[in-house]
């Protein structure tokens, strides 16, 4: 950004400037990346060059830096390197880029439901405990009273869990695969009765259309998802990808970040019991269990 906050006129540079003249920039909500973006777009202004000739000479894509100048894509902090090197500013854009990286990290999550609520396609893989959204009421009071909260809170956690579920069976339910990793299924609920439950309403969530489960059996060794993740897909074509281990849930949302999680949850999908084989598997286990 210039240090006296001047534009030329365009609206898509640094500073307060806008095609019609200037404009108050809200400086208590002002983000890391709206900087990054702005910084981006005048230094390229600045330059007098075109995309198409910063394309040639940074090596990225005409339309991938486009994105980067409007703000809708932060990019990798290689690319902000390469932008270093051509415009000569040191480390700036590189330093930037971490502020926005940063900025995106400490975030406040604001909970599953909304972005679920919007897909169109959810993806998840479940490591420690059944995936939330096929949980029966029992088995999700059993798994967050763990958490010792108070009954007010354990209520409404409760309640808040099983709302999201809505989106398995609205009229036009999302589409939903889980991968189940079978030590999900060899670790019982407490009370024989909520587990027994939980596996019915598994092996008949398995017969829905919209809904693919397969077990991840003991068998297909080690693998390079280490913790619980959900990949959500939404009508605009953008992925963001929710993984959440012990220490607490995060939200990817950079295309370079979520790539490598869904390439990993392919991977680990193609080991997997198909829908069939797994729907078999969960109806011996329900076998195996005792009604009484």
């Known amino acids: 950004m210039t240090g006296d906050g001047k534009d030329n006129g365009n609206g898509n540079g640094s500073g307060n400037g806008s095609g019609s003249g200037k404009e108050l920039i809200d400086w208590e909500r002002l983000s890391a990346r709206e900087v990054y973006a702005s910084e981006l777009a005048y230094r390229r202004r600045q330059s007098g060059m075109t995309l198409v000739q910063l394309a040639e000479l940074c090596l990225y894509e005409q339309s991938y830096l486009h994105r980067l100048e409007r703000g809708t894509r932060l990019g990798t902090v290689e690319a902000a390197g390469a932008l270093d ?44 405990a ?38 398995l069976t609205d009229p036009e339910p999302v589409h939903y695969r889980a991968l189940i990793d079978e030590a999900v299924l060899r670790r019982t609920a407490r009370d024989r009765h909520t587990w027994t439950g939980q596996l019915d309403h598994l092996i008949e969530a398995a017969q ?8 991840v059996p003991f068998g297909t060794g080690p693998h390079h998802i280490l913790g619980s993740v959900e990949l959500l897909y939404f ?55 005792p009604d009484t």
């Open 85 to 128: 090197r051509v415009y000569g500013t040191g480390m700036l854009l590189v330093k930037l880029w971490h502020l926005a990286k940063r900025e995106v990290r400490d975030r406040p999550f604001l909970g599953l439901a909304p972005l679920e609520a919007e897909a169109v396609g959810i993806q998840e893989y479940a490591l420690s």
């Open 130 to 167: 059944v995936p939330e959204l096929l949980q029966t009421r029992a088995y999700a009071t059993e798994q967050l009273r763990t958490a010792r909260p108070g009954s007010t809170a354990l209520a409404a956690r409760v309640a808040a869990r099983m709302a999201r579920q809505a989106r």
């Open 208 to 215: 829905r259309p919209d809904i693919s489960l397969h077990v």
């Open 235 to 289: 009508p605009d074509g953008r992925t963001v990808a929710y993984t959440q281990s012990s220490l607490g849930g995060h939200l990817v949302e950079e295309p370079e970040d979520v790539e490598p999680l869904r390439l990993a949850y392919d991977i680990l999908r193609d080991t997997a019991l198909t829908p069939t084989e797994s729907l078999t598997f969960l109806r011996a286990l329900r076998d195996q269990a």
